[in-house]
């Protein structure tokens, strides 16, 4: 229940400063969770970041005090935030389907957007499966960009997509690739801990390194532009992302939601601050896009 108290408590924080200059870092300070972490939670528990809330309640009660009252326009634009008459116009025919003016004289319908309240349901009749696995310390190779924070369950993004599209179009992966035995060619897309202050998060697609690797120079790789990503001993939740191939990865962001919304709360665990990753296998099981492997620690 922690995440879901913590958001919600997020929530509150947000509602009782609307009207000041606030993120969700500033959310995220208040409840003591990482400003990446928090994004993280409150997208995939809510299905919007949380700074789409903030817009989306400023405008609703922008919207409601054009049609109630007489204030300028321009008054109410600085009120939610809007430095110009222009921008706020924008935002709000974006958000409403009419413009300010428009809504005033016209007495348009406007779009309500109210508070958001978290609760856990339980549905029953449905399986998750999942395992727990304690990994050593692990290494990888992989090529490695940095994204902002704000693209995480953004559905209208597709950095790392193209990220992917960009390794395999320049022939990225395939020298870390061919360090790997045949039929062990597995794919790891890793994405790096916790941040804290940082505006951006590091996103790698690389493969696993052992005893099975072949040897290679790691200071010709790096200087090549390769990174050297190491991982501590951790505890993983896993879970079975289940599609096909070729999709756009959708089932990730569904199984993000199921670990927030479901195996979280009822589990025992929390979320802990390492790296996590997607394996995408040479050899892979039928239906199953990739391994989600989450890291976790007992409650």
Sequence with gaps: ???????????????????????????????????????????????MTANAYIRSRRLSLAGREIVETDSRITDIALKYGYDTPESFTKAFTRFHG????????????????????????????????????????????????SFSNDIINDDDNHDISDFWGECQEKNLIGPIYSFRP??????YGLCSPTKEGEQTFDYGIGVLL??????????EMKKAGYTIWNVKPCTYVVFECIGCIGEDGD??????????????????????SETDYEIYFEKGKPGVFCELWIPVRKA
């Excluded at 406007?110 to 696995?133: C, Q």
């Excluded at 045949?182 to 794919?187: A, F, V």
């Excluded at 052992?210 to 200071?219: G, Q």
């Design 1 to 47: 229940m922690k995440w879901i108290a913590a958001i919600q408590q997020a929530v509150s924080y947000i509602e009782e400063h609307l009207l000041e200059e606030i993120n969700y870092e500033d959310a995220a300070r208040q409840v003591h969770i990482s400003s990446y972490e928090f994004h993280r939670a409150f997208s995939f528990l809510t299905g």
């Design 98 to 145: 009419v413009a300010p003016r428009s809504a005033r004289e016209e007495s348009a319908k406007l779009v309500l957007f109210n508070p958001i309240a978290i609760k856990l349901t339980v549905e029953g009749g449905k399986s998750m499966d999942y395992r727990i696995v304690q990994t050593k310390e692990q290494s990888f190779i992989a090529v490695v960009r």
């Design 182 to 187: 045949e039929g062990k060619r597995d794919l």
């Design 210 to 219: 052992d005893e099975e690797t072949a040897h290679f120079d790691a200071e």
């Design 251 to 272: 089932c990730i962001s569904e199984t993000w939601s199921k670990f927030y919304k479901e195996f979280l709360p009822q589990m025992g665990y929390e979320a802990e």
